[in-house]
């Protein structure tokens, strides 16, 4: 089912971010060596909801499009959650940065059905999209090294 | 989707709050039902005009010491109670959509824009500041500062339960008066949640007072000689034959607010993608249960392509508007506030087919309410074709999800259209042109003008503005304008011999 009401995508946003933190304390725990860039990331997840409330009940009113701005299909953006046990490293980097790119794709989608009518809220949804996409390229880096 | 969990659990009676105590009224009792479930969620008393007096009275015994405290000791008050207010966000919200219906997003953008009051009235030291000249004369100077009056009543609608208060109550205070204000008893909750956190903010007793009822205690309100204005919303037949004509009588200070009528204006050149939500957003957002919803939407131009084009997406989106509880937060439109309302909607849309409208959506049958809830105070949106001027529902306020298409053949016929309305509230253009949008500023006789906004709400520190038969008064409620009705000019002039 599509989501239209600001409420329900910020509880979508909130949810890919509260999985995706998962997975990287997660992968923190399991892959030491890159452990203090998965648990930046897991803390940077934390920020993005802070940030993304922040703009949420910053700016809602009923002069905006709270019920109306939005056409989201949630199961374009959903992932599997943590790599199993006997997933390798480069495995393991390749799935984050996937699901990395279908997070950043869900900002953007929503940040421009709702741009206009939403006032700061696609801005701060692109922004963390925006992070996400630094993010894939931290992720490709750690790829590449040993 | 997830349903939100309610934050009223238990059915209270509520009490008055009156001198700085929680009061059990004398008045029968009421039942306060959420429109949506059919539930039982509070009982309010019918105050006496006695318990009004007693309030009155315990405001008018705090007045002394509230107005000698300084305006920056006041404002910190208000800024524990802005910090109240963000601590239980959610809770007030949720609150909103139990006992009026709203949805979550419409109740969470009410608390912000109550809140936002609360913020505007912190800046009170500045405010309220008088302004010198020295040097009127050689060696005299002559200086205006503002004082405030003593106890000021309010009197709140339905709709909005707990941002109308706020519209002018922090002012009061803020100012150095003291409010006794008067919830609809149809949506009390929200006040007597509110009136907590002011007592936990640190008011002094007797400063905000909370007196439910009806017709009784607005009557001791209004003869009541120590109140010295009142800051009313309401219908317009109340707020000019009663509140405004007795207010004139008593010598009271007056806002009233009343009903309205609103145009929304499509011009051919209008982004159609960006006006389609905006549309569904003014008519159907709150279910058409505030006074600046969106009523008739004029359609302008011969152009009959875009017309029917313009329309049929209007129609199509208002068809997906997904109706039901509003704690669900896939839910776009909520149930109206009571079986009674829903039949007075009801009414005038059989009015509207009897003067020959055509109707495109019937929002009496035929919609689907997302989840296990009674059909009781539901209604879908109804859409009318073909609607002319003369039409009842072309010209009284329906305050519920219908709209009436009218058409005018430019943008001159329409502005005269508009301005044929007895009211004057919230009328709005959507177009990409400046000079059209220019024009309608300009010669539209309305207090609020939406230019590609189609709820057109000014934010706290701007005035709350009306016209005609949507206004009675002369200042208006938010901002400067606020803590200029709450507040006497005393102009001094001086020399020193």
């Known amino acids: 089912m599509k989501l239209h009401t600001a409420s329900e995508v910020i509880s979508l946003a909130k949810k890919l971010e509260n999985e995706s933190a998962k997975l990287y304390r997660d992968l923190s725990r ?27 009940y910053g700016v809602i009113t009923d002069a905006i499009e709270g019920g109306f701005a939005f056409d989201i299909e949630p199961d374009d953006y ?46 701060a949804f692109r922004l963390v999209a925006k992070k996400r996409d630094n993010r894939r390229a931290r992720l490709k880096a750690l790829l590449n090294s040993p | 989707m997830a349903l939100l969990e309610e934050t009223i659990k238990e059915v209270r009676t509520i009490k008055n709050f009156i001198g700085g105590e929680w009061v059990e009224s004398k008045g029968v009792i009421q039942d306060v039902i959420n429109p949506a479930t059919g539930k039982l969620i509070a009982k309010v008393p019918i105050s006496t005009g006695d318990e009004m007096n007693a309030a009155v009275k315990a405001a008018r015994e705090a007045f002394p010491g509230w107005r000698t405290t300084p305006p920056v000791a006041r404002a910190r008050c208000l800024f524990r109670l802005k910090e109240l207010l963000e601590q239980n966000f959610e809770e007030l919200s949720r609150i909103q959509t139990q006992e009026h219906g709203k949805t979550i997003d419409e109740s969470r953008g009410e608390t912000r824009r109550g809140i936002e009051n609360v913020e505007t009235a912190c800046g009170i030291p500045t405010l309220m500041m008088g302004y010198n000249l020295e040097d009127i004369a050689s060696g005299i100077d002559e200086y205006v500062i503002r004082q405030p009056l003593g106890v000021f009543g309010i009197i709140a609608p339905f709709n909005f339960p707990f941002m109308i208060p706020l519209w002018s109550g922090p002012y009061a205070v803020a100012t150095g008066n003291c409010v006794v204000v008067k919830p609809s008893p149809e949506v009390p909750n929200s006040q007597m949640r509110l009136a907590e956190l002011i007592e936990e903010a640190g008011f002094p007793p007797g400063v905000w007072n909370v007196v439910n009822g009806e017709r009784e205690v607005v009557n001791a309100m209004l003869d009541h000689r120590d109140i010295k204005g009142i800051a009313f ?126 109707l495109r959506l019937d929002g009496r049958k035929g919609f689907k309410i997302t989840g296990s809830y009674p059909q009781t105070c539901f209604l879908g949106p109804t859409i009318f074709e073909g609607v002319t001027p003369d039409m009842k529902i072309a010209r009284e306020e329906i305050f519920g999800p219908v709209m009436s298409v009218m058409r005018a053949k430019n943008l001159d016929e329409a502005i005269t259209m508009c301005n044929a309305s007895q009211y004057g509230n919230g009328n709005a253009i959507f177009t990409s042109s400046g000079k059209s949008a220019r024009e309608f500023q300009y010669r539209v006789v309305s207090g609020n003008i939406g230019i590609n906004i189609g709820i057109v709400a000014p934010m706290a520190f701007f005035p709350f503005s009306g016209m005609k038969d949507s206004f009675f008064g002369i200042l208006h409620t938010q901002g400067q304008e606020a803590a200029r009705f709450f507040t006497e000019s005393k102009f001094v002039i001086q020399r020193w011999l």
């Open chain 1, 30 to 56: 399991r892959y030491v060596k890159d452990g203090d860039v998965f648990t930046a990331f897991a803390r940077e997840n934390e920020a993005n909801i802070v940030q993304i409330e922040r703009a949420y």
């Open chain 1, 78 to 123: 959903t992932f599997e959650g943590v790599p199993s046990q006997d997933t390798s490293r480069s495995d393991a980097l390749d799935r984050a940065s996937a699901i990395e790119e279908k997070i950043s794709r869900f900002y953007y989608d929503a940040a421009r059905q709702s741009d206009v009518l939403m006032a700061d809220i696609p801005r």
């Open chain 2, 233 to 358: 919303v309401g219908r317009t037949a109340t707020a000019r034959d009663v509140i405004y004509k007795r207010c004139g009588e008593t010598g009271k200070r007056v806002i009233a607010q009343g009903a309205a009528k609103n145009f929304m204006v499509i011009m051919p050149d209008c982004n159609v993608e960006r006006t389609i939500p905006a549309m569904m957003t003014s008519f159907f957002g709150n279910t058409g249960q505030r006074c600046l919803s969106g009523a008739n939407l004029l359609i302008v131009g011969e152009d009959e392509k875009f017309y029917k084009d313009f329309l049929n997406q209007v129609i199509d989106a208002a068809k997906k508007i997904v109706i039901g509880y509003g704690l669900d937060e896939s839910v776009q439109m909520g149930p109206v506030r009571s079986k009674d309302k829903k039949e007075r909607i009801t009414g005038d849309i059989e009015s509207g087919i009897k003067e020959g409208a055509k």
